[in-house]
């Protein structure tokens, strides 16, 4: 399962690609570039660790950073305020395979209207909707390369976009939250089916199928049968020969020359010792925030003043359901159902928005423990902790994923203040929800409700609906687009002012989908990277 | 990852601010706490307090006891949730002492003589009057973690927390896993 990297470029070698991050699209853009004859190194900020070393330890991996990225970032909701630390949050990993590593694996492609819902619906107040330069029907052919080569699982929904070819593995087994989310889903109408998972159900492309363990979000995935980039693609990749993955390499800088072209990037080592890695291009894969932090940090590619801007979440909600029975929850993946009835915006909902639903585990044993209870109950002695075992197998949760519109205050800086603890500025987040998400949200959380009383719930629970304070979702901070006064990267991932430097992660998004970003992540990157290297053997970079 | 917002928002509420602090330690003394906690367990002696006096521990054991009480199923004494605190405090958590150690001072005054000394029901009572407090909403976080983190951070003692929930950590398992699944792979 686990390659050693096969290959070492020593520091004065100029490769032709340097890819920064080794995450969803950067493993992909590696295996798609090496295997395309091209010398590669990716710099991954994070260690490499492998799957034997990954731990189920809840306490590590939810509250004292584990395999996560720590550094800082402040937080506001508008730009009047100061950004403080600790008002909110951003969940990524930081080791080679980045998020994809610790992500729960839901694999959602998106639909065709996604790409054009501005020519649909026109300008939305408030927001800067426009449509995608690109087709779904242009991306179909590399969701279908994520399917087999990335590994997914699942069947078709009703409301799923065409596909060219047929998943690869069937869907994992049901869950009884699955039993039970279908039960109540079909007795309201909706369709409901199994969810596409990025999590092996049978043996594939050599790697292991799930063990079934639970341990998914969050998580590492010690079998291999979770389809990160590191068990997936960056294997590949490093067996060409061709592609170092270099670990422990946190990048500070893009490094352009008078002409105005990238000549390689400046990284801090194992040691933090500066390195400076030259290439002839240099491809950014640090995902939606870490990408436009480091574009600011360069002062590169902003002509358009979009680097960072419009960033995206993803609206979630959650509802809890106990039921007479147990469930447990605890085992296997997280989620095996999902509802699509309200994926498509309807006008006669009166507000923009659209998402999907789960049925899934609510909470490890924790995070069960601080919240997982209704909040009008008791939260410490006898009556509690009865509670606490008396629900915990026999309760599971909706969740609702919903769309974000893309809002120009809504973004990543950089802290005037702050810094890390290499002296480079920490992340800034700007971002408070248009009023458009809020009612989506509030919408799935009625519909959640509605599809565990229908299941039989003896009772159900949720926090109410707010403003964002955390997320996993990184989306729309160097948006593609043909005009480089209004987008930062072209269709090719080409940032429109320097013609080596090319984006692909979260932050090429448009718009933010309905709640499962990675699977259209890794095909852009598919896509990305067969065009990147075309321009490169036609001499065009 | 969608879901991490949902129950990151709540163990932020649920936390209290306090409790925040929590999160950030230095994964150098996180290792070194896991490396401490190693060592005692292979003690053979019942651990001494590293970081509290014995009045401390047993004044923060006795408000761990009230949040997960020994009542008929083991609580915060059976799992050792003041071994989990006390290591907390000597290795990665040290600052929570500047919360913990005067709460419990202020809970001895208000107790009039030692919190610990109290009966069941009089501590209950006191400990309502500072439900809202960083102190108690840091006991509350911390005692929860002593239950359900694993045996390696220094509590959860035989895995009683796990137990208390039908909790398997370590398990690989196969369908079906539970009793609704198990109804429909039998044609029910």
Known sequence: ?541 | MNTDAVTRRKFLTAAGAAGVAFIAADPALVQAALNHAREAAGLALPPRFESLTPDQAAGLNAVAMRIFPSDGTPGAKEAGVIHFIDKSLATWASGMKEVLLPGLKDLDTRAGGAFAAQTAAKQDELLKAVEQTPFFGTMRFATIVGMFANSSWGGNAGQVGWKLLGFQAHGVFQPPFGYYDAEVAKGG
């Not at chain 1, 996604?114 to 179909?140: C, H, K, N, Q």
């Not at chain 1, 480079?424 to 009625?446: C, E, G, S």
């Open chain 1, 1 to 541: 399962m686990q390659a050693r990297p096969m290959r070492k470029y020593p520091l004065s070698t100029e490769v032709d690609f340097v890819i920064v991050g080794s995450g969803a699209a950067g493993g992909v853009m590696a295996k798609e570039l090496s295997t395309r004859g091209h010398s590669v190194v990716v710099l991954e900020a994070g260690p490499r660790l492998l799957p034997s070393q990954f731990k189920h330890d809840e306490f590590d991996y939810w509250f004292q950073g584990g395999i996560g990225n720590p550094h800082p970032v402040t937080w506001r909701q508008t730009e009047a305020e100061e950004a403080q630390a600790g008002q909110g949050n951003i969940f990524r990993a930081m080791l080679v395979g980045g998020s994809s590593v610790h992500f729960t694996a839901n694999f959602w492609r998106l639909h065709p209207i996604d790409f054009r819902e501005r020519s649909m619906f026109g300008a939305i107040p408030g927001a800067d909707l426009v449509d995608w330069p690109i087709t779904y029907e242009e991306l179909e052919p590399y969701y279908t390369k994520v399917d087999w080569e990335v590994g997914v699982s699942g069947a078709p929904g009703p409301f799923d976009p065409p596909r060219s070819r047929p998943f690869p593995m069937p869907p994992l087994p049901v869950k009884s939250s699955g039993v039970l989310f279908e039960r109540g889903a079909r007795k309201l109408g909706m369709h409901p089916h199994p969810a596409p998972m990025a999590i092996l159900s049978k043996p594939h492309n050599g790697r292991n199928a799930c063990q079934h363990c639970g341990y998914c979000m969050a998580f590492g995935c010690e079998y291999g049968a979770k389809s990160s980039s590191l068990a997936s693609v960056i294997p590949v990749a490093e067996a060409t020969g061709r592609c170092e993955v270099r670990p422990d390499s946190y990048v500070s800088r893009v490094v352009s020359n008078p002409q105005g072209r990238v000549t390689g990037v400046s990284y801090f080592d194992k040691q933090k010792r500066e390195q400076f890695q030259p290439a002839k291009a240099v491809v950014l894969c640090a995902n939606g925030a870490e990408t436009p932090k480091l574009l600011l940090m360069s002062e590169l590619a902003n002509s358009s003043g979009y680097v960072g801007k419009h960033l995206m979440f993803n609206g979630n909600t959650g509802v809890s359901g106990v039921f007479e029975h147990p469930l447990n929850e605890y085992k296997s993946v997280q989620v095996t159902r999902i509802v699509h009835d309200f994926y498509d915006s309807d006008p006669k909902r009166g507000f923009y928005g659209g998402g999907g639903m789960d049925g899934r585990f609510q909470n490890f044993p924790i995070l069960w423990g601080l919240g997982g209870l209704p909040q009008d109950g008791p939260q410490w002695g006898s009556e509690y902790k009865r509670l606490l075992g008396e629900y915990f197998n026999r309760t599971m949760m909706v969740a609702g994923h919903t769309t974000s519109l893309p809002v120009a205050g809504n973004s990543v800086t950089l802290d005037p203040k702050v810094k890390d603890s290499f002296g480079l500025p920490a992340l800034r987040i700007t971002y408070k929800d248009h009023a458009d998400d809020i009612k989506i949200m509030q919408f799935m959380v009625d519909r959640s409700k509605d599809i565990l009383d229908a299941a039989g719930a003896q009772k159900t629970w949720g926090n109410p609906v707010g403003v964002s304070g955390g997320t996993a979702h990184l989306l729309g901070t160097c948006r593609m687009g043909n005009d480089p006064q209004t987008s930062v990267i072209n269709i090719d991932h080409r940032t429109h002012d320097v013609p080596n430097l090319f984006i692909c992660d979260g932050s090429s998004m448009v718009t933010s989908g309905r709640g499962q970003p990675t699977m259209t992540i890794v095909a852009l990157a598919f896509r990305a990277g067969e065009r990147i290297s075309a321009l490169a053997k036609a001499g065009a970079i």
